[in-house]
């Protein structure tokens, strides 16, 4: 007030009583429950008012209030705030730095964040089942037979997806919350852009679960007088996920994820015990690399160019080869790794950033 700072000194439920922040001062405001000004009382004798001083004080306020009620990340609101503040060249000079205020911030946000749930019963706070506009985020939360599936996408997301011709699945198992056996994200296309525009918590792996959350979008979709049914899928090679988009998008090209392939079969070299061998060894190390990259091929060249590495690569690797013969050759059909013909060939659009 008047260019003065205070502090609550009484509240008194419909009356507020201030004091000034100067404990040596005896000046005083009063103001309603809402903080609007009544009067004051006292002088302040001996310190002058301190512009800047309550420059930074609407500054913290502000970046205080945003931290609490929204889940944007804390250095951009704090960039956000610092630009919208306009302040002084003092006030900027007296402002903590971003990375020093960060820890305060934190914690600030940390004592609205509620407890970890112990079991599947638990309410979602309002916060995280809206937009940043209110509009709703939460398109889904059933539970059945102790299984819960929560599905995350507001209604601009949910459209963005039913446009999109190509669109990637991608299933994240490491990073997941308890009670949950996964985190499954579909990205769009917008723009030439690759977008998030489901976020779900699925229980298990198998392709009722997919075929729930499927059946989910394509029913909405119908409300929305659209169609789901993109032109190509890009998705991991998980079992019950490959079997569900078969059934489910029967006119769609199915393509999985190249970086998955060459990812699998390096996690296979490494647990054959063959890394060294594949380090050290030149030969074992090209034959390697012509095995990953047989997917960049023209489909009618696969079996052949496969059958002539089989019959010419080092036997130290042979462990190596059955593996592969038996999983991607018998088991996984070719089709779905090829991706001679594709400008975009892997999921990794889908494993960045939200």
């Known amino acids: 007030y008047s260019g003065y700072a205070y502090t609550l000194n009484k509240d008194r439920g419909k009356v507020k009583y201030w004091r000034c922040e100067d404990r040596s001062c005896s000046a005083f405001v009063h103001t309603n429950a809402n903080d609007n000004y009544k009067a004051h009382s006292g002088t ?17 306020k502000n970046v205080e209030a945003r931290v609490i009620h929204e889940t944007t990340p ?7 705030e610092l630009a919208a ?49 209110a509009k709703e985020f939460l398109f889904k939360d059933t539970q059945t037979r102790g299984k819960r599936e929560l599905i995350f ?26 009670f949950f056996d996964q985190v499954l994200t579909i990205h769009g296309v917008h723009h030439a852009h690759v977008l998030p525009c489901i976020i779900a918590l699925l ?53 999985g994820c190249f970086f998955h392939y060459t990812q699998s079969i390096h996690r296979q070299i490494q647990s054959l015990g063959l890394s060294t061998l594949y380090n050290n060894d030149p030969e074992v190390r090209s034959v390697c690399q012509q095995l990953m990259a047989l997917a960049l091929l023209p489909r009618n060249k ?26 991607w050759i018998e088991k996984v059909p070719i089709d779905l790794w090829n991706v001679h013909d594709l400008k975009v060939t892997t999921n990794n659009n889908a494993e960045g950033k939200m």
């Open 44 to 60: 302040h004798d001996g310190h002058l008012p301190s512009p800047d001083r309550i420059e930074l004080l609407e500054f913290k």
């Open 74 to 80: 804390i250095a951009r609101i704090y960039e956000q």
């Open 85 to 133: 503040a306009k302040l002084s060249q003092t006030s900027l000079a007296l402002a903590p730095d971003a990375k020093d205020a960060h820890s305060s911030l934190s914690r600030l946000r940390r004592k609205t964040i509620p407890t970890l749930p112990t079991s599947i019963e638990f309410d979602i706070p309002t916060i995280y089942t809206q937009t940043l506009d």
């Open 153 to 178: 996408a507001s209604e601009q997301q949910l459209v963005m997806l039913f446009e999109s011709k190509h669109i990637f699945i991608d299933g994240t198992f490491l990073v997941c919350p308890p």
């Open 203 to 255: 229980p298990g792996r198998s392709s009722a679960f997919y075929n729930y959350l499927f059946q989910l979008l394509d029913q909405h979709a119908s409300d929305l007088h659209m169609t789901f049914e993109p032109e190509l899928i890009t998705t991991d090679f998980e079992s019950g996920l490959i079997k569900s988009v078969k059934h489910h998008f029967p006119m769609s090209r199915h393509i």
């Open 302 to 327: 696969v079996e052949s160019a496969f059958e002539h590495l089989a019959n010419n690569h080092p036997s130290s690797i042979n462990d190596l080869f059955n593996y592969f013969e038996d999983f």
